[in-house]
């Protein structure tokens, strides 16, 4: 069974940096498309950062400089360091995994993150 579990979520002032972490199990982690998404309240959720198996990384526009995704293969997870946030980077953050041996996306349950003074 797919489990995708994100933390590192929380409030934090204009400027500062916040490390989200997804803890992934059920399938080959190694092998995996990675993705980290986010939802603002009334809007489509949107790709933030993606890393694919190779180490290849591709990043939203509005992201590029200040996020970065990485990955441990050893802890099966995968991480988004998030710098110089800004209050239009509030949302609700989503790990997001593709199994290929499935074909198919798998979630997490989403981590808060709110940027305000």
């Known amino acids: 069974q797919v489990q995708l579990v994100e933390s590192g979520g929380g409030l934090v002032q204009p400027g500062g940096s916040l490390r989200l972490s997804c803890v992934a199990s059920g399938f080959t982690f190694s092998r995996s498309l990675m993705r980290w998404y986010r939802q603002i309240p009334g809007k489509e959720r949107e790709l933030v950062a993606l890393?694919?198996?190779?180490?290849?990384?591709n990043y939203a526009d509005s992201v590029k400089g200040r996020f970065t995704i990485s990955r441990d293969n050893g802890k099966s997870t995968v991480y988004l360091q998030m710098n110089s946030l800004k209050p239009e980077d509030t949302a609700v953050y989503y790990c997001?995994?593709?199994?290929?041996?499935?074909?198919?996306?798998?979630w997490g349950q989403g981590t808060q993150v709110t940027v305000s003074s």
């Open positions: 997001n995994a593709y199994v290929s041996a499935q074909n198919r996306a798998h």
């Open positions: 890393l694919t198996s190779a180490g290849g990384t």
